[in-house]
């Protein structure tokens, strides 16, 4: 990694170059290690410590040195708007791509997949986790073992996820037949079912599963044939979540990962993060000193709008 950035200090370009080029040349190079290994917050820190710096590093008479920092360190990841460059921390990137990778696992595990790993977990693991819900993967997590402590970030964040749908009172059968995340398990309706469908007022999942069942002698039967085609293998999913398990929960995130981006966990944290930085930044930088200075008669908005011009970015 230090031969990268010696390599990178020497090249000319500017601070948002060098944000792509740290990106692509260091960062990325990491994914694997992030995904396959368990890494202590103060070793990614002092990446991200030498990451930080090199943005700003000179190399004078072959002496690299570092510049002053134009931008603080905690500001870094923020947006450009609030006065950063969008340079993911490091530890946050481990983050999001660990559990990611713990998912792959635990998908494996909980639909019995039946490869290496899996076999291992199933004596690892309590056979409790499988039927209890939030409330099995809150246990196994405080009781979990060293030999897979790899998992338990993984873990952590599943349990979070169930324990939300589980006090979902539109859970699945109540989910939108048009925009929820469970479209996925079967084709989108075509404009003339759609049509049928609307006619009936028929506006979720269980409901058309229901009219289905009550009506199906009674369909057009020019649609039929293609609401069997929707309606058939989705009951037949459902029946297959519960040969697993009574719980469906568990499956229904880990069936949607990593298809849909409402259950994979490294494009939620991303945002929950993104979110908590425009928090923490609620204004772009030196907004307040030129308010007490009382050098510029100057709103928020406006602020941020030259702010990104200053930045040769258009809004």
Not at 41 to 46: A, C, G, S, T, V
Not at 72 to 76: I, Q, S, V
Not at 128 to 138: A, F, I, N, V
């Given at each position: 990694m230090q031969d990268s950035i010696n390599l990178l200090i020497k090249t000319k370009a500017d601070m948002f170059r060098r944000k792509t080029l740290l990106n692509l040349g260091i960062h990325s190079k990491l994914n694997h290690t992030f995904q396959s290994c368990t890494i202590k917050?103060?070793?990614?820190?002092?990446v991200w410590k030498k990451i930080s710096r090199a943005l700003w590093a000179k190399n004078m008479n072959n002496v690299f040195s570092r510049g002053r920092s134009l931008i603080?360190?905690?500001?870094?990841p923020a947006s450009y708007t609030k006065g950063g460059l969008q340079l993911t921390d490091t530890f946050q990137k481990y983050k999001r791509l660990s559990i990611d990778a713990s998912?792959?696992?635990l998908k494996n595990y909980f639909f019995q997949q039946g490869d290496l790993l899996?076999?291992?977990l199933e004596h690892l693991l309590?056979?409790?986790?499988?039927?209890?819900?939030?409330?099995?993967?809150?246990k196994c997590i405080d009781n979990l073992n060293g030999e897979i402590d790899y998992l338990k970030p993984g873990?952590?964040?599943l349990e979070k996820q169930v324990r939300e749908l589980e006090t979902n009172k539109a859970f699945m059968t109540g989910s939108s037949l048009i925009s929820s995340q469970f479209t996925m398990l079967f084709n989108r309706p075509s404009v003339e079912l759609k049509e049928m469908l609307k006619h009936n007022n028929i506006k979720t999942i269980g409901h058309m599963i229901s009219y289905y069942n009550e009506n199906s002698h009674e369909i057009d039967p020019n649609r039929i044939s293609e609401l069997e085609s929707i309606v058939l293998p989705l009951k037949a999913k459902f029946g297959e979540f519960e040969k697993y398990?009574?719980?469906t929960h568990i499956h229904m995130i880990l069936h949607g990962f990593p298809k849909n981006k409402q259950f994979r966990p490294k494009y939620l944290i991303k945002e929950e993060y993104d979110n908590s930085l425009d928090e923490k930044f609620e204004e772009p930088p030196a907004l307040k000193t030129r308010d007490r200075d009382k050098t510029l008669n100057i709103t928020k908005e406006q602020y941020a709008y030259a702010y990104k011009l200053t930045t040769k970015l258009r809004p």
């Open positions: 917050k103060k070793q990614l820190d002092i603080a360190r905690e500001r870094l998912y792959k696992i899996s076999n291992i309590p056979d409790s986790l499988r039927y209890d819900g939030s409330k099995g993967l809150k873990l952590i964040y398990m009574p719980d």
